[in-house]
């Protein structure tokens, strides 16, 4: 009887595991991953597109000291990440990143807030 | 002799999604089964009702965790048809091959499973150990390894740049080795052979006769492919072979997978050397939905699936009623269990590679008063317009 899979199993037997023990060892995401997103209130113009068309309602407009109009906040336990508002901002103003480690025990930290204009950029 | 009523699910060890059957058993022999479904039931069509079209490229995609980029293909070009838009070239081979890498790792999670409910769990380990190398590929393409998100009304959200496009090469060509090695044991080795030939056949007529779709027709030598009968997006200009198999069993069905795999390799290594310039997406979004009627037939790794949508001139959409594949299979492709042995109960339903997330859609059953009536679309949707 040929058994075809014999050979793979052997081979398999004497090499290392392929399971990869994830929060000791990073698995990094390819380039271009969608994970967490900040909004850059310097180049914010609060045109709400973002807030509007989020399809889960993650973002909130919200009022900050260091600007005049109000600033999208998202909530990221509702956050499905699919980068639409990211795809539809008229000035670019998302800043994204590669970052997926977001597990936390606590529910209010998971919120998304703009970074704030530095004050090089205001003087 | 006694017929017994066994229960298969909702909740079972070779089920990986909620569905239930009522097996009636004289002695091993099946001798009917009636499907018991609803259990995962979202109403994702009420919700398209509710949301802005826009949102609802996002709902649709998220209707199956597997197959999402070719929902939200199909939900893209029905709105297409309704705002007359034409994505640029470019974007049609890219959704190609988002749609053909999907193609590839739902075909593979299959035999995966399959291979699994066999009980040769080694094979299921390195199928899947395979498969996470075109999940790379997939978030490479589209930024997640799971839900693509790719496509947007009039062309696709992100482009490829060389050096991706040589990576998703070189990945192709491991994955192609792979496969060959996986065909070669799919049809030498003599445990799934014997699992697998001459178990649950769907004849030709059966077949025809039942409305099945995708690789569970092709697999009984019903020549079907939406790619070929009605090419939407870039499928009529890249080549490619249509497989069927005219031993009619879950062998065969198994087999048009494995085979098709090759072919949506050679399709994406086709879609990338041949990639036409220019833009790759609308230059400003539509966000008007003018007012109309649209339907979309695309070929799912399951099958054909429809959409259909009817719009109002609103910014939300009258009706979208989803029509999937999985729905047609499972329901219509009973005949498969005729006289069967209650042991491969599992491995004819694999062969089916049911999805029952898509398919949990509304369908009204009337078995009381066995009347037999065709409803209009217009009249499932309700109300008046």
Same mark, same amino acid.
């Given at each position: 009887?040929?058994?075809?899979?014999?050979?793979?199993?052997?081979?398999?037997?004497?090499?290392?595991?392929?399971?990869?023990?994830?929060?000791? #060892?990073?698995?990094?995401?390819?380039?271009?991953?969608?994970?967490?997103?900040?909004?850059?209130?310097?180049?914010?113009?609060?045109?709400?597109?973002?807030?509007?068309?989020?399809?889960?309602?993650?973002?909130?407009?919200?009022?900050?000291?260091?600007?005049?109009?109000?600033?999208?906040?998202?909530?990221?336990?509702?956050?499905?990440?699919?980068?639409?508002? #990211?795809?539809?901002?008229?000035?670019?103003?998302? #800043?994204?990143?590669?970052?997926?480690?977001?597990?936390?025990?606590?529910?209010?930290?998971?919120?998304?807030?703009?970074?704030?204009?530095?004050?090089?950029?205001?003087? | 002799?006694?017929?017994?009523?066994?229960?298969?699910?909702?909740?079972?060890?070779?089920?990986?999604?909620?569905?239930?059957?009522?097996?009636?058993?004289?002695?091993?022999?099946?001798?009917?089964?009636?499907?018991?479904?609803?259990?995962?039931?979202?109403?994702?069509?009420?919700?398209?009702?509710?949301?802005?079209?826009?949102?609802?490229?996002?709902?649709?995609?998220?209707?199956?965790?597997?197959?999402?980029?070719?929902?939200?293909?199909?939900?893209?070009?029905?709105?297409?048809?309704?705002?007359?838009?034409?994505?640029?070239?470019?974007?049609?081979?890219?959704?190609?091959?988002?749609?053909?890498?999907?193609?590839?790792?739902?075909?593979?999670?299959?035999?995966?499973?399959?291979?699994?409910?066999?009980?040769? +769990?080694?094979?299921?380990?390195?199928?899947?150990?395979?498969?996470?190398?075109?999940?790379?590929?997939?978030?490479?393409?589209?930024?997640?390894?799971?839900?693509?998100?790719?496509?947007?009304?009039?062309?696709?959200?992100?482009?490829?740049?060389?050096?991706?496009?040589?990576?998703? /090469?070189?990945?192709? +060509?491991?994955?192609?080795?792979?496969?060959?090695?996986?065909?070669?044991?799919?049809?030498?080795?003599?445990?799934?052979?014997?699992?697998?030939?001459?178990?649950?056949?769907?004849?030709?007529?059966?077949?025809?006769?039942?409305?099945?779709?995708?690789?569970?027709?092709?697999?009984?030598?019903?020549?079907?492919?939406?790619?070929?009968?009605?090419?939407? +997006?870039?499928?009529?200009?890249?080549?490619?072979?249509?497989?069927?198999?005219?031993?009619?069993?879950?062998?065969?069905?198994?087999?048009?997978?494995?085979?098709?795999?090759?072919?949506?390799?050679?399709?994406?290594?086709?879609?990338?050397?041949?990639?036409?310039?220019?833009?790759?997406?609308?230059?400003?979004?539509?966000?008007?939905?003018?007012?109309?009627?649209?339907?979309?037939?695309?070929?799912?790794?399951?099958?054909?699936?429809?959409?259909?949508?009817?719009?109002?001139?609103?910014?939300?959409?009258?009706?979208?009623?989803?029509?999937?594949?999985?729905?047609?299979?499972?329901?219509?492709?009973?005949?498969?269990?005729?006289?069967?042995? /209650?042991?491969?109960?599992?491995?004819?339903?694999?062969?089916?590679?049911?999805?029952?997330?898509?398919?949990?859609?509304?369908?009204?059953?009337?078995?009381?008063?066995?009347?037999?009536?065709?409803?209009?679309?217009?009249? /499932?949707?309700?109300?008046?317009?």
């Amino acid at each position: 009887m040929k058994i075809p899979l014999l050979s793979d199993i052997l081979r398999n037997l004497f090499s290392k595991p392929a399971t990869i023990e994830y929060p000791k #060892v990073d698995i990094p995401a390819e380039e271009g991953y969608r994970g967490l997103h900040r909004v850059d209130a310097a180049k914010c113009i609060s045109c709400r597109l973002c807030a509007m068309e989020c399809p889960t309602g993650a973002i909130t407009m919200k009022k900050f000291p260091y600007k005049e109009k109000e600033i999208p906040v998202i909530d990221l336990s509702l956050c499905i990440f699919c980068y639409h508002c #990211v795809y539809v901002c008229p000035v670019k103003a998302y #800043v994204v990143s590669t970052n997926y480690h977001l597990s936390t025990g606590d529910k209010r930290t998971l919120i998304s807030e703009p970074i704030p204009p530095s004050t090089k950029k205001n003087n | 002799m006694v017929v017994l009523e066994v229960p298969f699910g909702p909740q079972h060890p070779a089920l990986h999604e909620p569905i239930m059957f009522r097996l009636y058993v004289e002695g091993e022999q099946v001798v009917k089964v009636m499907p018991n479904i609803g259990y995962n039931h979202r109403g994702i069509e009420k919700l398209c009702e509710q949301n802005l079209f826009v949102k609802n490229l996002y709902i649709c995609s998220r209707v199956c965790g597997i197959c999402n980029i070719i929902h939200s293909t199909a939900y893209t070009l029905v709105v297409e048809q309704i705002q007359k838009n034409d994505p640029p070239p470019r974007a049609k081979y890219l959704r190609v091959v988002a749609n053909e890498l999907e193609r590839i790792h739902s075909h593979m999670i299959i035999l995966a499973i399959m291979a699994e409910v066999l009980g040769f +769990d080694s094979l299921f380990m390195l199928m899947m150990r395979d498969r996470e190398q075109v999940m790379r590929m997939k978030e490479m393409l589209t930024g997640n390894r799971v839900l693509g998100d790719y496509l947007i009304f009039g062309g696709v959200k992100r482009d490829v740049d060389e050096e991706k496009k040589n990576r998703i /090469l070189k990945t192709l +060509d491991f994955i192609e080795e792979r496969m060959k090695y996986y065909k070669k044991v799919f049809t030498e080795d003599p445990t799934i052979r014997k699992r697998l030939v001459d178990v649950g056949p769907i004849t030709k007529t059966e077949a025809m006769k039942h409305c099945l779709v995708g690789p569970t027709a092709r697999g009984s030598g019903v020549k079907t492919d939406v790619r070929k009968e009605d090419p939407y +997006d870039a499928y009529d200009e890249v080549p490619f072979n249509l497989i069927t198999y005219d031993e009619c069993d879950s062998w065969a069905r198994m087999m048009v997978r494995i085979d098709e795999v090759f072919e949506s390799i050679n399709m994406v290594r086709y879609c990338l050397t041949h990639l036409p310039d220019g833009p790759y997406g609308p230059k400003v979004l539509k966000r008007a939905l003018p007012k109309g009627e649209g339907i979309s037939r695309v070929e799912a790794p399951r099958g054909e699936l429809i959409y259909h949508m009817i719009s109002e001139g609103k910014r939300i959409p009258y009706r979208v009623k989803i029509r999937t594949p999985s729905m047609t299979n499972i329901i219509n492709g009973l005949v498969a269990f005729k006289n069967a042995v /209650l042991a491969d109960v599992p491995a004819i339903i694999t062969s089916f590679d049911p999805c029952i997330a898509c398919m949990e859609r509304v369908e009204v059953i009337d078995i009381r008063n066995s009347k037999v009536w065709y409803p209009t679309l217009r009249q /499932l949707a309700g109300g008046k317009r």
